[in-house]
């Protein structure tokens, strides 16, 4: 310690040692406020840096969270480039793509989408579930009959490119998640082809608006060429995104399974409340999922990030390769997260 940082202390607990009562909280030395970093917005991977330009321009108006999240996620899957989210999704081994999405605001209402097929901006789907029904979830033909109902338009999900991948993968039809290149950065002309690395590209979105509520949206075609009907953590609140708005908030991407078992994201905001730090709770998280299964975890890739109320985040992965967006009045970055392996 300092010798100035001592003196201090002790001239301050020196001098509260002969003040009393009223006296004390007149004249001691206030402890400093926490920092609180207000608004921000944090995505998954690199591509969450573009999400995120759409996603401030609500929060610098001082708009809320929650539309924040949701015009960000919109960003991606309107991206026929992305093949993991919205239009341009890689379809399930059927050629479907279906889509996965919830949002999640201040207050615990949330809404979500399952196997939803036909509509590109499923989060915006999910957002009127929360708003419009007394339901959370509604999925596959419902959803879609509600959506169509709500003046979405049909449209075909399956672009040629990612219709050529999957008949690609049909050649040997073997469903095996691959994992994230180390480090990669997002590069349209380089992202390779079926069922490559890009097969972990969901978009998970918390943000903390001006007035310091949180709001949370994650939006995916989930697993390339999985099972038909198969939905994965993304959609399910509590596994690939919860918010609180007294704690903060914590979303996932990677092989949805394995965030489901250990209902990854809630765990993530409930170890914040115990006082961990968003990477620690983030790496406590993926440490459950190596505890499962050690030897499965090695070939897989999950990450989680995570945001306080302090406006503090962080994110921890199994693999290298995961990657957080960050955008505040600090900062617009792009973070290799720490990994396990
Ligand atoms: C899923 N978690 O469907 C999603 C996939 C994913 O980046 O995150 N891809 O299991």
Redesign the pocket.
Request: charged share 20%; net charge negative; hydrophobic share 15%.
């Given at each position: 310690m300092s010798t100035r940082r001592k003196f201090l202390q002790t001239s301050v607990l020196s001098s509260a040692a002969v003040l009393t009562g009223k006296q004390i909280l007149a004249d001691t030395i206030a402890l400093p406020k926490p920092v609180v970093n207000t608004p921000i917005v944090i995505s998954t991977w690199d591509f969450g840096k573009t999400a995120n330009i759409a996603a401030w321009e609500i929060l610098a108006q001082k708009g809320r969270a929650v539309d924040a999240v949701e015009a960000g996620v919109r960003i991606p899957e309107a991206d026929p480039t992305n093949h993991?989210i919205g239009y341009g999704g890689y379809p399930d081994r059927d050629g479907y793509v279906t889509l996965?999405a919830c949002i999640m605001d201040e207050f615990y209402n949330c809404g979500s989408v399952m196997a939803l097929q036909h509509i590109t901006h499923a989060i915006s789907v999910a957002r009127l579930v929360m708003e419009k029904t007394p339901h959370i979830v509604l999925a596959g033909d419902g959803a879609l009959q509600f959506a169509l109902a709500n003046g979405f338009k049909k449209e075909n999900l399956l672009t040629p490119e990612s219709e050529k991948a999957w008949k690609e993968w049909m050649k040997k039809a073997k469903y095996e998640p691959e994992m994230n290149i180390e480090n990669r950065l997002y590069d349209k002309d380089k992202d390779p082809m079926p069922g490559g690395p890009d097969?972990?590209?969901?978009i998970g979105m918390l943000a903390m608006d001006a007035k310091g509520n949180l709001g949370g949206a994650c939006t995916?075609s989930?697993?390339a060429f999985k099972m038909h009907g198969r939905v994965?953590?993304?959609p399910i609140i509590g596994a690939?995104l919860y918010v609180d708005n007294e704690i903060g908030g914590a979303t996932?991407?990677?092989?949805?399974?394995e965030?489901i078992r250990i209902v990854g994201s809630h765990l993530v905001v409930e170890l914040m409340r115990q006082g961990l730090k968003p990477e620690a709770a983030c790496k406590e998280a993926v440490q459950r999922i190596i505890k499962r299964n050690p030897e499965k975890s090695k070939k897989i890739q999950v990450g989680f990030v995570a945001l306080n109320k302090k406006g503090e985040y962080g994110a921890y992965a199994l693999q290298k390769g995961f990657t957080i967006s960050v955008r505040s009045n600090k900062e617009e970055s792009v973070y290799a997260s720490k990994s396990v392996y």
């Open positions: 993991t996965d097969n972990h590209d969901t995916t989930g697993m994965g953590d993304s690939g996932s991407s990677g092989v949805g399974e965030v």
